[in-house]
């Protein structure tokens, strides 16, 4: 019998890091709140709600885009948590005008999150 012990997540892995295919599964330096989505191309997938980001709008006029506007402006400064939070409470409608700046996370969190990956990684934080 191999000995077990869990990351953080609830999930029990053979103490060589490995799940029964000999290959390494990669897991993120700093364990907040990480939360595993299962396996994309034989990789684990982890989402780190931790990670500093920045809520930003752009400038609009009747709810389009400015096209003078050089940059969006800041919102909020903290977690993505805390941004995807922060998104999720403003209107529908402006939606469209923000984003979140972020330090990629592999495949799924890019540097810049538009509305639409915005909903789903929201979606997959309160499913999980």
């Known amino acids: 019998m191999r000995p ?8 029990a ?3 060589d890091g490995c799940r029964g295919t000999g290959s390494p599964l990669p897991v993120p330096a700093k364990l907040g709140r990480v939360k595993a989505f299962g396996v994309h191309n034989g990789r684990q997938i982890y989402i780190d709600f931790d990670a500093p ?3 930003r709008k752009w400038s609009s006029i009747k709810s389009q885009r400015a096209s003078t506007a050089d940059r969006p402006y ?3 400064d903290g ?3 805390d941004c995807i939070r922060q998104f999720m ?5 402006q939606h469209h005008l923000h984003d979140i700046q972020t330090a990629p996370q592999g495949e799924l969190v890019s540097a810049v999150l538009s509305a639409r990956l915005i909903y789903e990684i929201a979606r997959l934080r309160d499913f999980l």
């Open 13 to 15: 892995l053979p103490a």
């Open 53 to 55: 980001a920045t809520l």
């Open 4 to 11: 077990y012990l869990t990351v953080g997540l609830s999930r």
């Open 79 to 81: 977690t993505l948590d």
């Open 89 to 93: 409470a403003k209107p529908v409608s």
């Open 74 to 76: 800041l919102i909020v």
